[in-house]
């Protein structure tokens, strides 16, 4: 594109070649920056969900065991599986529930139950 300005009132002519857009050089630097950005950012995004998973899983476990305490306060006993903390077992006295509102899910594997130990302790 040729661009050509006239002053008639100073009688010059400029002419000036002018050229918009980037070159090959600039786009391919920017894709190159772009490509070391995403490759320094990427391992902290992919470990986000692993992360959930463990503090889910810790969550879980706490809720499990301060619900054991509260059986144990009103039973006399650990509870023998997460589910008597939701649902009142057969022939035990005591029992003020529900301590849970629901069994929790495992968050790794949700067919693997949560399994309370002698102590009250979550496996």
Do not use: C
């Not at 320094?40 to 879980?60: E, K």
């Not at 849970?100 to 899910?105: A, H, K, R, Y």
């Not at 067919?111 to 979550?122: H, M």
């Amino acid at each position: 594109m040729v661009l050509i300005i006239v002053n008639r009132s100073k009688g010059w002519v400029e002419e000036a070649n002018r050229q918009f857009g980037f070159t090959l050089w600039e786009i391919l630097l920017v894709l190159f920056l772009m490509g070391v950005i995403l490759t320094l950012a990427t391992p902290h995004f992919s470990s986000a969900p692993n992360l959930v998973r463990i503090r889910g899983d810790q969550a879980n476990k706490e809720r499990i065991e301060g619900a054991a305490q509260l059986y144990r306060i009103d039973v006399g006993t650990y509870p023998l599986s997460v589910t008597d903390l939701a649902h009142s077992p057969m022939g035990v006295s005591g029992w003020r529930g529900p301590y849970l509102d629901e069994v929790p899910i495992n968050p790794f594997n949700a067919s693997q139950v949560y399994q309370i130990d002698a102590l009250g302790q979550v496996k």
